[in-house]
């Protein structure tokens, strides 16, 4: 059975840092693509960040390119999402999802973490 676990989430005031952790177990994160997605109170879930297996190419939303980096420890087959210089906006549930394939732009999400809430306060 897959499962991702996140962790690492939390309160933190504007301009502070927050990292993710993605647990997975169930599969070899190495083999699929694997990001982040998030959802804000009243807003639609919105893709932060990704990484390709196929060739390591990342995905970040404009939102937190030059803020956000996306990592990946095969040896833990833990997924990182390290944030820094965080604003309110970045407020939501983070969720650490799996893709079908290698590569995010060619692959659909297929299973979902149960989501980890970052709040960013002002």
């Known amino acids: 059975e897959v499962q991702l676990v996140e962790s690492g989430g939390g309160l933190v005031q504007t301009g502070g840092s927050l990292r993710l952790s993605c647990a997975a177990s169930?599969?070899?994160?190495?083999?699929?693509?694997i990001g982040w997605f998030r959802q804000a109170p009243g807003k639609k879930r919105e893709g932060v960040s990704c990484?390709?297996?196929?060739?390591?190419?990342?995905f970040y939303a404009d939102s937190v390119k030059g803020r956000f980096t996306i990592s990946r420890d095969n040896t833990k087959n833990t997924l990182f999402l390290e944030m820094n210089s965080l604003k309110p906006e970045d407020t939501a549930v983070y969720y650490c999802?799996?893709?079908?394939?290698?590569?995010?732009?060619?692959?659909?999400?297929?299973?979902w973490g149960q989501g980890a809430q970052v709040t960013v306060s002002s």
């Open positions: 999802v799996k893709y079908s394939g290698t590569y995010y732009k060619t692959s659909l999400t297929d299973y």
């Open positions: 169930g599969l070899t994160l190495y083999d699929y693509a």
């Open positions: 990484i390709s297996s196929s060739d390591g190419s990342t």
